[in-house]
């Protein structure tokens, strides 16, 4: 049985394992993320892909990192959280290794993990969009990632959904990232505080605006707190308008949404799906996509990079 290495790259960790043919992952390696030092992180990846290899048959390995990869999957262009720029990453590990090695991005791999192992393995054409910190998000048609003319496409979270609204952390305005991220909900949560609504939320926060968390908001919600419900709910309606749009660019079967704000749930799903389906052109009379929860967590990057080093 054919084993590949997959290792997920992330801002605060580097997550590692064996996987077989079928999404399986075997052992497992995690190091901490070396704080901008661009060298030592791929001296991480390094040692993690050969603490797995030892003593094993490995065939490739695939390395699914943080920002724009170029579309030969060898170089990370730009990834402003790891302070990489242009850093050939492909090669290193392969000089280092001695394993043929390729690089993805890793909203594209762990939307490849979902697709070949998780939530949309039933279908050839999925978008997953990753709803954390910001929003992530990846592309499968026709049963292949679709990537750009240069790599980069499928950056979701930056979509214009507000002309001059919310600054976004990419240093422009509007972006969807802006409006239905976890960073977003925190910001409108403790915009809130001040509120005779939002006594739960400053319970849960310990009085202080300032610390509380998008998991509060969201535990909040799910035991029925008006203002915390009427936050996610906020939150969804943007995530299913852009679905609208990335429905009448892509058509796909299934959108499956991932990251710690998925956590919600249907708190999440109901509202985003009521939304989505006002957004489609012709309704009732086509096909309209499904909305469904990310199965594998956080394998999905590790799987999906995975088995993108057998393509």
Known sequence: MSLT????VGGTKIAAGVVDEKGVIGARARRDTPSQDPDAIVESIIAVTR?????????AVGVGSAGFVDSARSTVMFAPNLAWRDVPVRQRVADATGLPTVVENDANSAAWGEFRFGAAEDVDDMILLTIGTGVGGGVVLGGEVYRGAHGVAAEMGHIRMV???HLCGCGLRGCLEAYASGTALVREARTAASLPSAERLLSLAGGDSERITGPMVTAAAADGDELATVLMTQLARWLGEAMGSFTALF???VFVLGGGVSAAGDLLLGPAEETLRKQITGRGHRPEPEIRLATLGNDAGISGAADLARK
């Not at 290495?5 to 997920?8: A, E, L, N, R």
């Not at 603490?51 to 065939?59: C, K, M, N, R």
């Open 251 to 253: 058509d796909p079967a």
């Open 51 to 59: 603490e797995l290899a030892e003593g094993q048959q490995i065939d």
């Open 5 to 8: 290495i997959g290792v997920d």
């Open 163 to 165: 002309p001059d609204g």
